[in-house]
């Protein structure tokens, strides 16, 4: 009789350390950033840079308003220094992925290219690095 319940008690201990464990790492799972925001299929996000990867999106999409010369609402995209003050602001996340109470980016254009905008989101995540 002392026997069987130790046994009983033991597996039950199994049971509820299965249940935590089950249950902890199915939530860590979801918290997963990768989760939140799949990659499109073939966009890859290794080897990020700003001078590689994210200055040539802003030059072909963003540069021709948003230039140091005469820049579109005193935006400027065309260096990291400008660029950072927008990023820290806000409206520069607000802007390309089209939040509401921000102007939608690039104006009266759809969203970006899906990868392009993948990987500037990634880069923004990791602390936009000037690299
Ligand atoms: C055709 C010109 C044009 C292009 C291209 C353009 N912008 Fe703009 N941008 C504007 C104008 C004009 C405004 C002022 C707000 C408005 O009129 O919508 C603005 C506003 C902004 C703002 C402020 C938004 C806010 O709500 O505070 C940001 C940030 C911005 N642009 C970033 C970008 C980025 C990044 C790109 C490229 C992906 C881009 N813009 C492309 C003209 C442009």
Redesign the pocket.
């Known amino acids: 009789m002392e026997h069987q319940t130790i046994k009983l008690r033991n597996f039950l201990m199994l049971m509820i350390g299965f249940v935590l464990f089950a249950w902890g790492s199915s939530s860590c799972y979801y918290d997963k950033e990768e989760e939140l925001y799949p990659n499109p299929p073939n966009c890859d996000t290794t080897n990020i840079t700003y001078s590689e990867t994210i200055a040539p999106v ?1 030059q072909n ?2 540069n ?3 230039g140091s010369a005469s820049p ?2 005193g ?1 400027i ?1 065309d260096n990291y220094t400008d660029l950072k003050n ?1 990023i820290d602001a806000g ?2 996340r ?3 992925n089209h939040l509401s ?3 939608p ?5 759809n969203k ?1 290219p899906e990868c392009d905008l993948t990987k500037i989101n990634y880069w923004l995540n990791n602390g936009a690095p000037n690299n």
């Open positions: 802003l999409n963003c021709m308003c948003h579109s609402a935006i995209t927008i409206s520069f607000g802007a390309i109470g921000y102007s980016m690039p104006k009266d254009e970006l």
